[in-house]
């Protein structure tokens, strides 16, 4: 296990095991009309974060809960650790939870020390990032996944994760989904938000649907975005150490605790076994209001992955 990775776990565990004596309406605070888990963010660290200087070197990863997001950090960090041929150059200094906003404020001043390229991955929507990673020209990918699987994979996390207020029923969830009132807010205004820059010459878009598929190719777009020169050897090296099985395998290890609540299932097309057909209706409409006629609806293949 890597020092990070240690790291990583100690402070998850112990935002697992603080959460256990919170009561389920303190577990979420509101910050900008968003909802955030107590344990992790704080309003001091959303106001430090404002002042944080991007590098133009820097791989942010954007992606909504429950779209991928820990499976490509991986894959990210990796292509990083292939293009340096060193792990050490990588690891050094990196024993902070690099999502940028969770911890405590200071973490900023401590992430100066950080080796370039960082990857720095985040839950946010475009308007609560800081402006240096716009104005710095930070390489951004944008990770999406369809919002059905999306809804079931939060609705058993919610439940299995301490840090957040559970659920009674799945139709409770579905009702607090569609409406944004769930932690990190409404997944159609993350849509819609990220949608304005899908034009963006420093911003690419990804599926979780196309990396699943076709595992080489989606490590071969990103290395391409990043102007990364990998040889096929190194692609299917990356694929095959970030297997979503193997990764449940090995959780324990490099997740601790979280490990078993963070990896269920990974599957394409989950919502059809849990979705009513008049939730999935509502669903529809819900996404040709926010996205109908935008290439970010085409490009995420609603028709073949969200229809019954």
């Excluded at 565990?13 to 919170?22: G, H, L, V």
């Excluded at 991928?68 to 990796?78: A, K, M, P, T």
């Excluded at 076709?214 to 299917?236: H, S």
Aim: charged share 30%; with cysteine.
């Amino acid at each position: 296990m890597t020092s990070d990775q240690k790291t990583f776990t100690e402070i998850v565990d112990k935002a697992i095991a603080k959460a256990e004596d919170i009561l389920p309406k303190d577990k979420l605070f509101s910050y900008k009309s968003v909802l955030f888990p107590t344990v992790f963010c704080s309003p001091e660290t959303f106001k430090a974060l404002e002042s944080f200087e991007a590098r133009n070197d820097d791989i942010i990863l954007a992606g909504y809960p429950k779209t991928g997001s820990n499976w490509f950090v991986h894959i990210l960090r990796d292509l990083v650790r292939t293009i340096k041929k060193s792990q050490c150059e990588m690891n050094k200094g990196s024993d902070e939870l690099l999502y940028l906003e969770f911890g405590d404020p200071g973490k900023f001043e401590r992430m100066k020390n950080l080796p370039s390229r960082r990857v720095l991955g985040t839950h946010l929507l475009p308007h609560m990032l800081p402006e240096s990673i716009f104005k710095n020209k930070a390489k951004v990918l944008v990770l999406i996944r369809n919002p059905k699987d999306v809804a079931v994979s939060y609705f058993h996390f919610s439940n299995r994760m301490p840090t957040l207020p559970s659920f009674r029923t799945w139709d409770e969830f579905f009702r607090d989904f569609i409406e944004g009132k769930v932690a990190r807010g409404s997944y159609f205004d993350y849509l819609m938000e990220w949608n304005k820059y899908i034009d963006d010459k420093n911003i690419t878009f990804i599926t979780y649907e196309e990396v699943k598929m076709e595992p080489e190719m989606g490590v071969k777009k990103m290395a391409d975005f990043l102007g990364f020169f990998i040889n096929e050897e190194e692609i299917q090296m990356i694929v095959d150490q970030n297997n979503f099985q193997e990764m449940k395998k090995n959780s324990e290890c490099t997740h601790g605790v979280f490990g078993k609540i963070l990896f269920r299932k990974g599957d394409i097309g989950d919502w059809k076994s849990i979705f009513s057909e008049a939730q999935s209706q509502e669903m529809d409409q819900k996404i040709e209001e926010c996205l109908r006629g935008t290439k970010l609806c085409e490009m995420m293949k609603y028709d073949i992955y969200c229809r019954f």
